[in-house]
Structures are given as C-alpha cells and as structure tokens.
C-alpha cells in the first residue's frame, strides 16, 4: 500500500515517538518541512523572504502558492502576530507561467 514518499526513508521505531513536525511537508516542491521553518525562526530568521532564500520555500515549480500561507502562519505563529502583520515574499515576474515560445514568437497575447 501506499506509505506517502516522506516515510519512505524514516520508519516510524514503536519504541521512539516521532516529531511529526519531521514528517509535515511545508513546501512539497522543494521538501521542505516544519521542523526545518522552525529551526530557521529559531536561529533568527524571521521573514518570509529570509527563509525563502535559505531553505527555497517558495521557490519551487510551483512559485509559492501552495506553500507561501503555510510559511506566513508558521512565522506569525512564532512572532505572536497575525498572519496579515507578516510580510508576504516578494513577486516577482513573470508572476504567471507564461509559453516560451510565445515570447520567441513575438506573440503577446501570451504575456498579458
């Protein structure tokens, strides 16, 4: 049966309780995880775009949106603030995935 790709490589020892913040996948393009958010608020980093830059969350395939929320709620969780006092990463272009060829083509119906 399915066991998830994360467990995979670290079986679960019955005698030992596992850290599920191990297991939880914040950023499933760059497999980044709770544990490791934690650890970067833990030494210091405390913004959104500072833990981008260390461990990639965000910068994935999918550029931050299945994972950019999770980020802002961890770090607000952490400061004691809300989610809406936290600044979000920056955007950057092209903010939509757009066809290469379109480009090479001159077709600008594609860039807008």
Do not use: F
Request: hydrophobic fraction near 30%; charged fraction near 35%; charge should be negative.
């Amino acid at each position: 049966m399915w066991e998830g790709l994360h467990l995979r490589d670290k079986k679960p020892n019955k005698e030992e309780k596992t850290d599920v913040s191990e297991l939880t996948l914040i950023c499933r393009c760059e497999d980044v995880t709770l544990k490791e958010i934690r650890d970067l608020i833990a030494e210091g980093y405390t913004t959104a775009e500072e833990i981008k830059r260390i461990a990639r969350c965000g910068m994935g395939p999918c550029q931050g949106r299945t994972c950019r929320e999770l980020l802002l709620a961890e770090i607000a969780k952490a400061l004691g603030e809300k989610v809406d006092n936290v600044a979000p990463t920056r955007y950057r272009p092209p903010t939509k995935p757009i066809h290469l060829g379109g480009i090479v083509e001159g077709d600008t119906d594609d860039l807008c």
